[in-house]
Every structure is written in structure tokens, then in C-alpha cells.
């Protein structure tokens, strides 16, 4: 006796659903395409929105002296230092071509007077990004520490090389 396994005829989901879907998409279009028209709705959208912009403005005020009492760069503080940072490095760049420069005509010319000149020119380079770097502490004193750490990690790596 031999069981002989009846085939079930195979269901094509896709073409099940297919119609449906279309359906369903074809209904919800017109129910939205019927709202858009409605000016009451479209006035409660306005409203919506006017209210949602305005409580995104206070949330972002809000953080703001929220990030200022728990002394907390915010993103504009960020932002400034990182600007002070991209100051600062093209301050030193040119400075640095600059000694490189020096560095040239010291090996072209009587070499005592140019490393005499070239010190005090270096000092006064020194100087000067000192009083940069004394200016930046000052103009950011909520993020002094942040600010310092920066640039100390900064004159590290322009050290390293």
C-alpha cells in the first residue's frame, strides 16, 4: 500500500494582495487629495505648523540657557572656537613659512647677522602668538578650558613635527 500525496495547487500571494493594495492606495490618494482641498484643514496644517516652529524656537532657547547655567558649550560656542582653532592654524602656517623663509636666506647669507635678525624675529613671532593665544583665553571665558585644550593639543602636534 503506497500513500500517494495529493499536490496542493500552489497560491500566488503577489497576485492575491496586488489588487488589494492597489485598491487600498487608490483610496487612501482620494481621501488625502479630499483633505487637501478642504481649507479648514489646510488652515489646521498652518496652525500646526506655526505652532511647531514655535516650539522648536523656545526648545533651542531653552537649551541654550539650559547649556549656559550648566556651563556647557553650546553649538555656536563650538563653532567659535572652532573658527579660533582655523585662525590659529593658518596664523601658524604662515608663520611657519615664514621661518622657513628665514630659514633660506640664513643659509645664503652671512649667517650671524641672519640668526641674530632671525631670533628676535622669532621672538617676536613667539610674542605675538602668545597675545593671540591670551586673546582667545580671554574672549572665551565660558569655554576657557575647553578652549585651552584645544589649542594646547594644537601647539603639540605643530611641536611634534
Same mark, same amino acid.
Request: a positive charge; zero cysteines; proline letters at 2%.
Given at each position: ?23 487600498? @492606495?487608490?483610496?487612501? %490618494? %482620494? ?34 540657557? *539650559? ?12 563653532? %567659535? ?11 601658524? @602656517? ?25 631670533? @628676535? ?10 597675545? *593671540?593665544?591670551? %586673546? ?26
Amino acid at each position: 500500500m503506497t500513500l500517494v500525496k495529493k499536490k496542493t495547487p500552489e497560491v500566488n500571494y503577489l497576485e492575491v494582495i496586488k489588487p488589494l493594495a492597489l485598491k487600498s @492606495e487608490e483610496t487612501i %490618494n %482620494n481621501v488625502i487629495h479630499k483633505l487637501l482641498k478642504d481649507p479648514q484643514v489646510i488652515d489646521l496644517i498652518k496652525l500646526g505648523s506655526k505652532q511647531h516652529y514655535q516650539f522648536i524656537k523656545l526648545a533651542r532657547e531653552y537649551a541654550d540657557v *539650559i547649556s549656559t547655567q550648566l556651563n556647557i558649550p553650546t553649538k555656536t560656542d563650538v563653532a %567659535n572656537v572652532a573658527q579660533l582653532v582655523k585662525q590659529l592654524e593658518e596664523k601658524i @602656517e604662515s608663520l611657519e613659512e615664514k621661518l622657513l623663509t628665514k630659514e633660506k636666506e640664513r643659509q645664503t647669507t652671512d649667517s650671524k647677522k641672519v640668526v641674530e635678525r632671525s631670533r @628676535e624675529e622669532d621672538k617676536i613671532k613667539k610674542d605675538e602668538l602668545k597675545r *593671540i593665544l591670551s %586673546n582667545m583665553h580671554k574672549t572665551s571665558t565660558d569655554n576657557s578650558l575647553l578652549t585651552k585644550q584645544l589649542l594646547e593639543r594644537l601647539l603639540d602636534r605643530r611641536r611634534k613635527k
